[in-house]
């Protein structure tokens, strides 16, 4: 199953891809402005050419777990991007994604590489759940 991975930004959301087999991420590009009609065509033009099965969108969770504010704009704009989109749209607690970015030697843009995380710790989590 090919995977895409955003870390949702409302002016930068970096983009994310896995393989085909759905085990290995890699970060693709940065969206400017995903929320806007612009960015959330763009995003539904990468999912079409990735040709993806599903996207996973961060959720920005507090460190003890809580949802604030930053959690309810994800879920808006997580919303729209269902309406432009076929694909199943979920989320996945992202935090630490940004410190392990930024730990990440520098070969795409930091918010690319937050999403690879983000993604590549939501492939590990269902690849080992249960059926």
Known sequence: MKVLGLDYGRARTGVAVSDPTGTIARPLCVVEKAATGD???RLAALIGEHEVD??????????RGERGEQVRET??????LSDVTNVPVVTFDERFT???AEQTPAD???D???AAHLLS??????SSAPA
């Open 112 to 114: 690319a590489r937050a």
């Open 98 to 100: 940004t410190d392990l």
């Open 54 to 63: 599903r996207v996973v969108v961060g959720l920005p969770l507090t460190l």
């Open 121 to 126: 710790g939501y492939l590990t989590w269902a």
């Open 39 to 41: 960015g959330l065509a």
């Open 75 to 80: 879920e808006r704009f997580v919303d729209a």
């Open 108 to 110: 795409a843009p930091e």
